[in-house]
């Protein structure tokens, strides 16, 4: 993540950076744009003076939350390539970045809208298409991914999920599971029978509730 310098950081500096960055990420995810700085200090447990030596202003912060999901996106996919095979490889890929999305609702909502574009987030997010397309390519060649996908769906696929949780969140946390299985089955089936599908289908939307919208 971007500070405010590239000096090596103090052992209390980076916990503190950790703390920072925990707190706006669940803020922001829970209550959108409006939180301020001081919002985080104060979730952080840290003095407004320490967060504004690592972030001088929200634009900052968002711009590292920001480059923090490249980083662990990217770290989800070189993880993925280290398995046997490149079925192995995408499914792990798929599934993991499923469920970091379903875990963290900032990593698609205004926040990252509203992110700056740093030099830092551009560079990871290149890296992040390259490792992905590479995950892809490794299981077309093994003939195990449906013709036709590449990795610039992946986004799309995991924000479906995504969108899925996000709606299901209080009712039915674990229900993401189920529909981000039959999508990684239909990408990249397994090397022998499908399983059972795990968990209850979502209910049915009805005139009062609707766990997840119809359209």
Known sequence: MSTTTDRPLRADAVRNRALIVDAAR????????????HDVAEAA?????????????KDALLGGL??????????????????PTGRQALRSYLLGAMELRASDRALSTAVLRA?????????????????VEGVVDRARAEGAVRQG????????????????????????PGAWRRY???????????????????GAPLPAPTATSCVVSPT
Do not use: N, W
């Open 115 to 131: 992110a700056p574009q740093t030099q830092q987030a551009a560079e990871l997010r290149e890296r992040l298409h390259r490792v």
């Open 180 to 198: 981000g299985l039959l999508v990684v089955d239909a990408v990249c089936p397994p090397d022998g029978p499908l399983g059972p599908l795990t």
């Open 66 to 83: 920001l480059a923090a999901k490249y980083e662990t996106l990217v770290g989800l996919a070189e993880r993925a390539l280290a398995e």
């Open 26 to 37: 669940r803020l922001f995810a829970e209550r959108g744009l409006d939180v301020t700085l």
């Open 149 to 172: 996908f590449t990795g610039q769906d992946v986004p799309a696929v995991t924000s479906m999920i995504g969108s899925i949780a996000d709606r299901s969140r209080d009712e039915l």
């Open 45 to 57: 447990g840290v003095g407004v003076g320490t967060v504004y030596r690592r972030f001088p202003d």
